[in-house]
């Protein structure tokens, strides 16, 4: 039996396991070729719990493919973004088990899917799966989602792409730089927004810091921007100049602009970030001024 930190390790979900609802493979079989869907649904279920807790339970990839995941059903399809999580996708060898080249056809129709929270789910699905053979045949696919017109699609096709770069760099997302910039310029969601500043500072930085030198010089550079993507500025910057110190110079004017925002949440995470990046008098005092406010503002209400 796994111990808890065992299944830590190997497990992005933990429930508890009822073991008088265990299936054999029998069981599994004959309820997803000729199960009514409710029962597909209870059998799926038993089968991910089985999965978690017991690393020789049967897997049953070829059935699900061939009889669960061509259902149009919403709470299968959400049973299954758990199951294709869990189950294990490489050989001893570290190359994609064959099982899953075809689930890959699966997962890539959902990525095409008409409703969007399908395609969206799935997308999430994938940014937890770190895998280069997987990736790859479904990358295009999930590129031609940043273009969605769904926020919640563009969002999730962005950090999907985010992931990608964390865990190859930018050998397999080279090409994506004009897309990325695009979207930027154009998105309204604060959120996608947020999120496609994020990867484009990590995929061509210049053009993420020429993008917010147009911003801030702009007629109303702070609420153009929304607080959500002022903090995700001022997290990013602070932590690129505490990696990179010959940059602080170039990217203080970016936090001291920041620390005029409207918002008090940016105002008190910028004072902090000056405080973090810099000993100069100057800029001590803008942070100082900006506690004091606060605490009088908090004085007031």
């Not at 696919?141 to 964390?166: F, G, K």
């Not at 929304?226 to 690129?240: P, S």
């Amino acid at each position: 039996e796994m111990s808890a930190h065992e299944l830590e390790d190997n497990c992005t979900l933990i429930v508890r396991l009822d073991k008088k609802s265990s299936m054999s493979y029998q069981d599994y079989s004959q309820v997803f070729m000729r199960g009514k869907i409710e029962e597909k649904k209870k059998a799926l279920k038993v089968l991910i719990k089985s999965i978690i807790h017991d690393p020789s339970h049967p897997r049953m990839i070829m059935q699900v493919l061939s009889y669960v995941a061509t259902s149009e059903d919403h709470d299968i399809k959400k049973l299954l973004f758990l199951y294709w999580e869990i189950v294990e996708k490489l050989k001893p060898d570290g190359t994609l088990k064959d099982e899953f080249i075809l689930a890959c056809n699966a997962i890539r129709k959902d990525l095409l899917h008409a409703n969007e929270f399908i395609r969206g789910r799935t997308l999430r699905m994938l940014s937890k799966m770190p895998f280069k053979g997987l990736l790859e045949p479904l990358l295009q696919v999930v590129v031609e989602n940043v273009d969605h017109r769904h926020s919640y699609v563009r969002r999730n096709a962005i950090m999907c792409l985010y992931s990608v770069y964390q865990r190859f760099g930018t050998d397999m997302i080279s090409d994506i730089t004009e897309k990325v910039e695009s979207l930027l310029l154009n998105e309204t969601d604060l959120s996608t927004k947020r999120n496609v500043f994020l990867l484009l500072f990590h995929v061509d930085q210049q053009k993420a810091l020429s993008y917010l030198n147009d911003i801030l010089n702009s007629d109303d550079p702070l609420g153009e921007m929304g607080d959500i993507f002022q903090l995700a500025v001022l997290e990013l910057i602070r932590k690129y100049c505490i990696a990179q110190p010959a940059e602080k110079p170039r990217l203080m004017p970016v936090i001291f602009a920041l620390a005029q925002s409207k918002a008090s949440n940016v105002q008190f995470e910028a004072s902090n970030t000056i405080f973090q990046l810099t000993n100069a008098p100057a800029a001590i005092k803008i942070a100082l001024q900006n506690y004091i406010q606060l605490l009088q503002h908090t004085d007031n209400n």
